[in-house]
């Protein structure tokens, strides 16, 4: 078989491998429902903001020029800020999930077709999980030294996406909660 068969089927696994793991991740709809009124009440992107700065350099530049510091502890740091991150990510992630079922239940339930709403929906879930896919290579190669980890995007499609189901749950529902 020559290197271009071989480099060939390899490319093709790998993005049949992508777009099932994107397809499965869509698709499971583990949430809790309903979302009760308190919780959108609740709901907020500020419970996130923390992680806009847990894995910023500046943190690891002062410990570096403290004295006394070994590697052990910037890798211990790096750890731990590593392990909190994924803690924010996940917590993200499952209010993301829930705002999309919530969304999801009420396109299904509306007594006019709206399109153009389940096509953004499709299009944020998608980009969501992709945003999520890249945080995490990028998480995982932060513990080895490298820089480079923003979830602000994802946060920002986290307050797109609860500020389009606040526009849609009725002010008198939210208003009695």
């Known amino acids: 078989m020559t290197l271009q068969a071989i480099a060939a089927t390899a490319a093709i696994f790998a993005l049949s491998s992508c777009v099932l793991f994107l397809v499965r991740r869509l698709s499971a709809d583990t949430q809790m429902l309903p979302v009760t009124t308190e919780w959108l009440t609740e ?21 570096r020029e403290q004295q006394g510091y070994t590697s052990a502890m910037g890798r211990r740091l790096r750890c731990q800020r590593a392990e909190a991150f994924r803690g924010y990510l ?11 079922a919530a969304l999801q ?13 389940a096509s953004a929906l499709l299009h944020r879930r998608l980009t969501f999980v992709c945003r999520v896919i890249e945080v995490q290579v990028r998480l995982s190669l932060f ?7 923003d979830g602000a995007e994802l946060i920002r499609l986290f307050e797109g ?6 526009t849609l749950v009725p002010q008198s529902s939210m208003a009695s909660a």
């Open 161 to 166: 996406m609860s500020l389009e189901l606040r």
């Open 105 to 117: 239940l009420i396109l299904a339930q509306s007594s006019y077709d709206r399109p153009e709403l």
């Open 43 to 63: 709901l907020s992107a500020d419970r996130y903001l923390p992680m806009t700065h847990l894995l910023e350099i500046t943190d690891f530049q002062f410990l």
């Open 143 to 149: 513990r080895f030294g490298w820089n480079g980890v």
């Open 90 to 100: 996940r917590l993200l992630e499952s209010d993301f999930n829930r705002v999309a």
